[in-house]
């Protein structure tokens, strides 16, 4: 199914083999964690669920405010993020940049989020000067959130340092 779709798609026969990027499947339980910034609901694995909910209320406590912006996506909605993108123009090499190929989004395994601010825009790298990337740099660890995409990651993929997961 997946080759199939990446051919669909343009994605390169070897994507990921090279770089050895994870493959994740789809989670099969997902809870509610609340509407996104544009009010669309949002799931998790109960188990990223409830990790969720307790770094947002101790960032909160610290007067951090962190909003979820996307949590699960399954493979068919990474494969409508590209598709949108091609339609508009941008080249499939491009697109890969910064999109993980379906099946190879952490977005898939329902333990990622991107995480925004107020004061900051979303899903850019100025999050990075925010006082709650900065929370997050000194207090997600105890959470069990790491930082998925540094700058350089081994993976080549753009530095996000909105995007946050929950190991498995």
């Not at 990223?48 to 610290?62: E, K, L, N, P, S």
């Amino acid at each position: 199914m997946l080759r199939k779709l990446h051919e669909e798609l343009g994605i390169p026969a070897d994507y990921g083999r090279e770089l050895n990027m994870p493959q994740f499947a789809e989670a099969i339980e997902l809870v509610e964690v609340g509407p996104n910034l544009v009010g669309r609901m949002q799931r998790l694995t109960p188990a990223a669920a409830r990790q969720w909910r307790a770094i947002v209320t101790a960032a909160a406590a610290d007067d951090v405010a962190l909003l979820i912006v996307s949590g699960f996506r399954s493979i068919d909605y990474q494969a409508a993020l590209i598709r949108n993108k091609i339609g508009a123009g941008q080249r499939i090499e491009e697109i890969l940049a910064v999109n993980a190929a379906p099946g190879f989004s952490e977005h898939h395994s329902g333990r990622a989020v991107d995480i925004a601010t107020p004061g900051s825009r979303p899903l850019t790298e100025e999050f990075e000067d925010s006082d709650a990337f900065r929370w997050l740099q000194d207090e997600a660890e105890k959470f069990g959130f790491s930082l998925t995409y540094p700058r350089e990651n081994p993976w080549g993929i753009a530095y996000e340092p909105w995007h946050w997961s929950v190991k498995g």
